[in-house]
């Protein structure tokens, strides 16, 4: 397999998704996938989390059945620049996604430029995800060249354009080809709402050729190269998945 993380997945914590975490380890392990982010949705979707479920993802093991979990939200982004989660919370996670949801009415690219900005700048997202969702336009060359100068990846959805967001697929392969020019990290999701869908790339990889980026600059190709790209944002090491994969 050419990427062997995926890091965007919904639980049945998330009411619209339909498999539990030990049910995405089992389809991770007949997949390939070593490594997998559980990232259920914040508290301010209409079935959203509370935010204690995500204080207490604790009790979920770093490694299940040989198989990586890193704890994690995708959070909402809110109309005054924020996102869902408080810093409680987001310190207690491996890995934080923020993006675009129904809770915030579609706005004018001006505006949803610069509230995605202002998540970008906070330093508490890692992962901006689904950009090329129609609904929310936004001026991706700013938003791309604010994420590299913030150390924050851009996200290509597999389910864009597929399960969901329909009509994102031209956005996307613009969004992938700004990335090649300006330098982004780039992290792939397949944003699987259902186990059998975890590591399902097509639709990211139809983006990635056609834009011809270069697969350098994608960090689900080694969990190690995901566990770097955390520590660099700040993240502590996670040494139990740090001697899984890299052993002395």
């Known amino acids: ?24 380890v089992q389809q991770a392990d007949k997949s390939g996938i070593s490594m997998f982010a559980t990232t259920d949705h914040g508290p301010d979707l209409e079935d959203g989390v509370m935010p204690w479920h995500f204080g207490n993802l ?21 109309a005054n620049g924020t996102i869902d989660l408080d810093n409680y919370y ?42 090329g969702n129609p609904m929310y336009p936004i001026k ?23 399960n969901t967001r329909k009509g994102s697929h031209p956005n996307c392969v613009k969004v992938a080809a700004l990335a090649k020019e300006i330098g982004n990290v780039v992290s792939l999701g397949s944003d699987a709402h259902v186990c059998y869908f975890l590591g399902n790339f097509r639709e990211a990889e139809a983006v990635i050729e056609e834009a011809e980026l270069s697969y350098t600059q994608i960090i689900n190709t080694s969990p190690v190269k995901v566990l770097d790209f955390l520590e660099s944002r700040g993240h502590a090491p996670i040494e139990s998945l740090r001697n899984f994969f890299v052993p002395f």
Do not use: W
């Open 90 to 131: 987001l310190k207690r996670l491996d890995i934080v996604l923020a993006g675009f949801h129904p809770n915030l009415p579609p706005q004018d690219e001006d505006t949803n430029t610069k509230l995605l900005v202002k998540v970008i700048e906070s330093g508490k997202v890692d992962i901006v995800t689904h950009i």
């Open 140 to 162: 991706f060359r700013e938003v791309m060249e604010c994420a590299k100068a913030n150390n924050v990846a851009i996200e290509l959805n597999s389910s864009s354009g597929i």
């Open 1 to 24: 397999m050419r990427f062997l993380v995926d890091l965007h997945t919904h639980t049945v914590a998330s009411a619209h998704a339909y498999s539990t975490i030990n049910e995405y």
């Open 58 to 78: 604790r009790v979920i093991p770093h490694v299940i059945d040989n198989i990586a979990v890193l704890r994690g939200v995708e959070a909402n982004v809110r």
